[in-house]
């Protein structure tokens, strides 16, 4: 066994051999060595708020910048556009559910962060609570479509206000990291 090299210059018929023989790492040997100043790391997807990308940005240029944009940004580069495609999807929105209009919603959507709320709730909308953090059985989907569709009581567009999928197709798990088994 072969402990904690970096590949770093390494030919790659070495690292084929290291592959196929297999190595390993103690953790505090990782610990200790810290991250590798030279690797490069790219951002490739966020997606705190799901679907939001794919709704409200037009063009897979536009996609992949909103996936590689900070947060802090985010709002300044896509919520008008987020706002007019709202309104196109929607154009009789004037406020949703929570009592926001187009151009605040919008601004909402286009941070793309996971509020967390450590002392109430953690939902993403339960009809009191909203925003507070999400749970795996969380619909968001269906809370995304109300707020878009659902006009001011919610009731506004019935038919496109839930994708009509009730719950996970498996049953989540009652231990950490809880979610469902795979098929």
Known sequence: ??????????SYALILTITLLGFSCDKDEMDKA??????????EDQTARPAINTVFNATSADKNMFNVTP??????AFATDFTSRLNALN???TQNAL?????TFTGLLATDVLNVSTTGTTTFFD???V???????????DVELLLIFGGADGMAN??????????????FSSTFPYLASPH
């Open 34 to 43: 810290g991250p590798d100043p030279d690797a490069v790391y790219i951002q």
């Open 99 to 103: 009592g926001l209009d187009d151009a």
């Open 158 to 171: 019935p038919g496109l206000t839930s994708d009509n999928v009730s719950s996970n197709d498996k049953a």
């Open 131 to 141: 925003l507070t953090g999400r749970t795996l059985s969380d619909d968001v989907i």
């Open 71 to 76: 947060p802090s940004q985010q709002s300044a």
């Open 127 to 129: 009809g009191t609570n």
């Open 1 to 10: 066994m072969i402990n904690c090299i970096k590949f770093k210059g390494l």
């Open 91 to 93: 154009p009789g929105y």
